[in-house]
C-alpha cells in the first residue's frame, strides 16, 4: 500500500478552491486499491474523519493573518511525520501544495528522510508577485519558494511556464522536475435553459443567454479587471460584461469604481459569487464570451472550466495561458485598445469560426486536461516513486 500524504488544501469537503476541488478529484476518482490517501484539514478541532475513502485530519491553529497558512502546513507536516513515525510506514510520500514553508523544511526533511519518505511539492504560480502582499512578505514568499525547491524530492509543476521558470531560476539546485497539469470537468451542466435556477438567476441580475460576456475569478488586481473593464467601456458592443466574484469590504473595488467610473456604464454588472456548480456551468456555457485576464501563476482552474464550456474565449497573451489555450481561443495584449479592438470584432465573428475555436478549445481540454487524465497520471506518478 503507498501512502500519499497530502498537505497545503483547505481540506475536503472542498469548497471549490483551485487545490481543494484538487484533492477532493483526487480522492474521490481514485482508481488505484494500492493507494492510501490522508489529506490535513484546516479545522477547528484535531479530529479524523473518513471522506472519499480518504483518512482526513483535522488541525487547528490560531488565527494569526497572514501567517495562519505557515502555522497550519507546519503543525500539518509535524502531525504527519509523528503518523508515519509511529505507523511504521517506510516508502510514504508528503506532497506539499505551495511554497509556504521554505525556511522551515530543511529541518523536517531530514526527519522525513530518516523515515523513508520522500518531499513533493507543488509551487503553484508566483505568489511572490501577488499585489496584495507587502514587500516584506513578497521576500518571505520568494525566499520560501527557493528552499522549497532546494530541499524537494520532486516538484509537480501544473504549468510547462512554470516548470521552465524553476528549471531556470533556481538551476544551482538542479531541481527534479516534472509537468502535470490541473484537471478540468469536460460534462455539461444538467440544467437547460428554461430551469428555475437559471432563469431566476437572470432575470434578478438582467442579463440573457449569449449577451453577456463574462468572468470568473478572484477579484485582485493581478488579474487585470481594471484593464478589462476599462477596454470594455471603450468598445461598442451592446452585450453585458457579467463579473462573477466577490467584492464586499473589497478596497480594490473602490480604487476601481474611482479609476474607471464603471458605474456609469450600465453593461458593467457585478453578480456576486455563484457557488451551485451546475449554474455556474450552465451561466458559462451559455455565455457569448470568456475574458480571461490572469497573468500570475501557473495553470489557472477558472481558465479550465471556461474552456471546456464558453464557446468563445478571450485570453490575455502570457505564456500561462497561451500553453492552455493554444489555437482554442483569441488572444489581447495589455495595450491601449487592445481588448476593445478585439470586442469590437468579435461582434461580427462569423458563426463557423465560433465553432472552430469551441471545439479546439474542448477538445484540447478532453485530451490533455480531464479529471480522469489528470488522475491517471498522479497515480502511476505516485506508484512508481
Known sequence: MKNIF??????????????????????ECRVSEEIKYHVSCLAKDNEEFSHNNARCFNVNVPNIGPAKAVYYDIFALKKVLK????????????YILACRIGPFLGKYKKQAKKLGAKIFVNPDGHEWKRAKWNAFIRQYW???????????????CDSKNIEKYIKEDYKQYNPNTTFLAYGA???KSTLNDDSKELVDWYNDKGLKKKEYYLVVG???????????IKEFMKSDTKKDFAIITNVEKNKFYEK??????FEKDERIKFVGTVYNQELLKKIREN???????????GTNPSLLEALATTDLNVLLNVGFNKEVGEDGAVYFDKADGSLSNLINELEDIKKEKTESLSEKAKERITNEYSW???IDKYEKLFMNK
Not at 142 to 156: G, P, Q, T, W
Not at 287 to 297: I, K, Q, R
Open 142 to 156: 520568494k525566499l520560501s519558494e527557493k528552499l522549497m525547491v532546494k530541499h524537494a524530492d520532486l516538484l509537480i
Open 287 to 297: 455565455a457569448y464570451a470568456y475574458l480571461h485576464g490572469h497573468e500570475v501563476g
Open 218 to 228: 478572484r477579484f485582485v488586481p493581478e488579474n487585470n479587471y481594471e484593464i478589462m
Open 83 to 94: 503518523y508515519i513515525e509511529e505507523n511504521n510506514i517506510n516508502d510514504a510520500v508528503i
Open 185 to 187: 470537468e469536460t460534462s
Open 256 to 261: 476601481l469604481r474611482e479609476t474607471t467610473n
Open 372 to 374: 480522469e487524465i489528470i
Open 6 to 27: 497530502i498537505i497545503g488544501s483547505k481540506g475536503i469537503p472542498s469548497n471549490y478552491g483551485g487545490f481543494e476541488t484538487f484533492v477532493e478529484k483526487l480522492t
